[in-house]
T-cell receptor, first 115, second 111 residues
Framework: GAVVSQHPSWVICKSGTSVKIECRSL??????MFWYRQFPKQSLMLMATSNEGSKATYEQGVEKDKFLINHASLTLSTLTVTSAHPEDSSFYIC???????????FGSGTRLTVV | QQPVQSPQAVILREGEDAVINCSSS?????VHWYRQKHGEAPVFLMI?????EQKGHEKISASFNEKKQQSSLYLTASQLSYSGTYFCGTEGPNSGYALNFGKGTSLLVTP
């Protein structure tokens, strides 16, 4: 099956610093990668859509200058949370697709805690 | 637009059946079903495309009625491992593969 690797699994950072999260499709080329955010006991909320070689499309209410997304290749997308604040603490999940089965494979998620 | 899932939560005994519904107010191109266990990322279960698909794997199956803009996930003879939160993700004709997820259905299977 398709594999998407997301790193790191968790990160604790100080308020005001930046954090980079990587999402890699290991055994397929993903034309599109998505970044989601999930608060405890809530659904996944789409933050942005990332297409290789072009600028990311952000959902309404998501600050593009705060959540920088780069999709440098067909197998790698990065999300950088700049000047992180405690309210940015959340579970961030990427997904890549479509894979060979036509579905979307999620990464394992990154739990960000800003202190 | 976020699809509506029902029920919000269900508790089953091992071996019982359950149905989770997902409905949208907009036209759908596909419906995706995922299961998420606490603290883990969602795991893909299946995708149903427009055209009235029905499919299944082992004792989990799903149907998609594109006219009604609804999908249902059927869990038959539930196992303890089925416990988790089930999300449907819907893709519209012009959403470019981006999925809108429902709020989830919490399923607990007890011995």
């Amino acid at each position: 099956g398709a594999v998407v690797s997301q790193h790191p699994s968790w990160v604790i950072c100080k308020s005001g610093t930046s954090v980079k999260i990587e999402c890699r499709s290991l055994d397929f080329q993903a034309t599109t990668m998505f970044w989601y955010r999930q608060f405890p006991k809530q659904s996944l909320m789409l933050m942005a859509t990332s297409n290789e070689g072009s600028k990311a499309t952000y959902e309404q209410g998501v600050e593009k200058d705060k959540f920088l997304i780069n999709h440098a290749s067909l197998t790698l997308s990065t999300l950088t949370v700049t000047s992180a604040h405690p309210e940015d603490s959340s579970f961030y999940i990427c997904s890549a697709g479509p894979d060979r089965a036509g579905g979307y494979t999620f990464g394992s998620g990154t739990r960000l805690t800003v202190v | 637009q976020q699809p509506v899932q029902s029920p919000q939560a269900v508790i089953l005994r091992e071996g019982e059946d359950a149905v989770i519904n997902c409905s949208s107010s907009k036209a759908l191109y596909s419906v995706h079903w995922y299961r998420q266990k606490h603290g883990e990322a969602p795991v893909f279960l299946m995708i149903l495309l427009k055209g009235g698909e029905q499919k299944g794997h082992e004792k989990i199956s799903a149907s998609f009625n594109e006219k009604k803009q609804q999908s249902s996930l059927y869990l038959t003879a539930s196992q303890l491992s089925y416990s988790g939160t089930y999300f449907c993700g819907t893709e519209g004709p012009n959403s470019g593969y981006a999925l809108n997820f429902g709020k989830g259905t919490s399923l607990l299977v007890t011995p």
